[in-house]
Nanobody, 127 residues
Framework: VQLQASGGGLVQTGGSLRLSCAAS????????LGWFRQAPGKDRDFVAT????????YYADSVKGRFTISRDNAKNTVYLQMNSMKPEDTAVYYC?????????????????????WGQGTQVTVSS
């Protein structure tokens, strides 16, 4: 599975961005997908995850109520809608697909459960 993230950019506090991650190879709907982020000098953190079916979702507490993860299996794409953004959301955002290729109802918060990673897209929130 190859992943290509896009949609990052510069936004003001309180603004919105939508990240996209297009996948190729594999059967897209069988994989759980996740978004992670890494700020300068910090570890990579979990942001959101969605099951292969799209029914199950889970968010980090820091983004709950502000970010929404979704997927379009017909387009082989996962999205991260980010609203009410804060300066602490500034990071490189990565999309990832699960190692488990039968993750119809699974969600994963641990980066070790993901075997495929996109290249990252920079998100900067100005104060």
């Amino acid at each position: 599975v190859q992943l290509q993230a896009s949609g990052g950019g510069l936004v003001q506090t309180g603004g919105s961005l939508r990240l996209s991650c297009a996948a190729s190879g594999g059967t897209f709907g069988r994989y759980a997908l996740g978004w992670f982020r890494q700020a300068p000098g910090k570890d990579r953190d979990f942001v959101a995850t969605i099951s292969g079916s799209g029914v199950y979702k889970y968010y980090a507490d820091s983004v709950k109520g502000r970010f929404t993860i979704s997927r379009d299996n017909a387009k082989n794409t996962v999205y991260l809608q980010m609203n009410s953004m804060k300066p602490e959301d500034t990071a490189v955002y990565y999309c990832a697909a699960s190692r488990n290729a039968n993750a119809y109802t699974n969600v994963y918060t641990d980066g070790g459960q993901y075997g495929y990673w996109g290249q990252g897209t920079q998100v900067t929130v100005s104060s």
